[in-house]
């Protein structure tokens, strides 16, 4: 009963409104971000706008605008380039490109011929830069079609489709004794979003959860209300579970709410690809897909990545209030915190740009003796079933925690707590 007191004051001192209200606004914020990108993308499915300059009267240009009208909005300009370059500044600032007075007749001749195209650029947004590379789309396609008018021209009756492409391919992808027909970046944009993805939510929970118990008894020190709470008959070692225990709640709470916040953002992001993958894959062939290679997590993939996760965040609190116990008040916390930051940031940084098997072996045994760096191992791992990496990483996260925690609670059971500080440099009162 005394430890479940002790445990409630702790919730109660940690929830507090500064806690609540950054949090509640990243959620929003995320899911706002995640509506816009979705609503641009809903304008991004229409038929983008193109405007072509055409100087030219002669079949090929005639026919080139026909056949772009079906996948593009055009709209046919005459007069001067310095006019309609004007005009686009003040409208839509759609592409615009410029065929030349001898276009056809170049063409037709077996000559090359140079279309100016003219990309406005008013901003350097996402969407302006997808606004460039739908201009490198559009003069794909007047390459394309082009050539099959030309080949029509040339082998009238002949199947141009066949010339131009004889050999199909069909790509497929083998991870362990499983096989799926997808393309291999389709399942790499979709892993990497996922892994790329958790280490940030991570990242995030674990530095903010040993800032928040750091800075907690950091103020108990500073407010001399520790030592009333150490004359209470409770044992020390049930305080200091009390408050790494509620410290971890509100941690684990504060995942799952950020969580919730970037999963309504990353939607958005997916849906700037119009429901399909880079490669033109649908949501549900790639849900199948990853079906197929047991890529999806499933209930022992979060078990495994919940319990990565918990001793992850364990860990950080018991280093985090041993760390604090040097704090002479709650403003020299964030300096003491500094090494467990270094300790997150290694292994994060190294996750999401390298792959950890081609480090060298000294950068190897860094990375395993940190007990911070399986809860960024743990998502690829699980997705490609090295569940071995992972249950060894429990274990040795387990035996961290006991360790850091013993340390913390010996502390606890001295004077040392009341005593020890650490004062980076500050120079005593002169008399």
């Keep these: 009963m005394k430890f479940l007191a002790l445990l409630k004051k702790e919730l109660r001192e940690l929830f507090t409104p500064q806690l609540v209200i950054p949090l509640v606004v990243v959620i929003i914020l995320f899911n706002f971000m995640g509506k816009l990108m979705k609503k641009e993308a809903e304008k991004i499915e229409k038929k983008p706008p193109v405007m072509i300059l055409n100087q030219d009267k002669g079949e090929y240009s005639s026919l080139l605008i026909r056949k772009l009208s079906d996948s593009y909005e055009i709209l046919v300009l005459s007069g001067s380039l310095e006019e309609t370059l004007k005009r686009q500044a003040v409208g839509k600032k759609s592409p615009v490109i410029e065929i030349p007075e001898d276009f056809s007749s170049g063409i037709a001749s077996g000559e090359h011929r140079t279309l100016n195209t003219y990309t406005l650029l008013s901003n350097f947004s996402l969407k302006g830069m997808m606004s460039g590379e739908s201009l490198d789309d559009v003069m794909a396609d007047v390459k394309k079609i082009l050539s099959n008018l030309l080949m029509e021209k040339q082998f009238p009756g002949a199947n141009i489709a066949f010339l131009k492409n004889p050999v199909l391919e069909e790509k497929h992808v083998v991870i362990g004794q499983r096989m799926a027909k997808t393309n291999p970046y389709d399942i790499y944009g979709f892993i990497s979003q996922q892994v790329s993805f958790i280490p940030v939510i991570l990242f995030m929970v674990i530095i903010m959860a040993a800032q928040m ?91 495994l990545l919940g319990v990565v996760l ?87 996260q387990f035996i961290c925690f006991l360790i850091l925690v013993s340390i913390a609670a010996w502390i606890f059971s001295t004077d040392l707590i009341l005593t020890m500080k650490l004062n980076f440099g500050k120079r005593k009162p002169q008399i």
């Excluded at 209030?321 to 997150?344: D, R, W």
């Excluded at 960024?376 to 040795?396: E, H, K, Q, T, W």
Aim: charged share 10%.
């Design 213 to 303: 118990l750091a800075s907690a008894v950091a103020t108990e020190k500073e407010d001399k209300t520790l030592e009333t709470l150490l004359s209470c008959p409770v044992s020390r070692k049930s305080i200091i579970i009390a408050k790494m225990l509620a410290a971890a709640i509100i941690a684990l709470a504060m995942c799952l709410f950020y969580m919730w916040g970037f999963k309504g953002y990353m939607e958005g992001i997916q849906n700037l690809g119009g429901g399909e993958s880079a490669h033109g894959l649908t949501d549900g062939r790639l849900t199948s897909a990853l079906q197929q290679l047991g890529l999806l997590l499933g209930v022992k993939g979060y078990l």
């Design 310 to 396: 918990f001793l992850g965040i364990l860990c950080a609190l018991s280093l985090a209030v041993i760390l604090s116990v040097f704090a002479e008040n709650a403003k020299s916390v964030q300096g003491l915190i500094t090494p467990l930051m270094i300790l997150v940031m290694l292994p994060y940084f190294l996750c999401i740009f390298f792959d950890i098997s081609t480090l060298s072996p000294a950068l190897k045994v860094i990375i395993y003796a940190n007990p911070f760096s399986y809860p960024f191992l743990a998502p690829p791992n699980i997705f490609l079933g090295n569940y071995s990496l992972i249950v060894y990483g429990i274990i040795y």
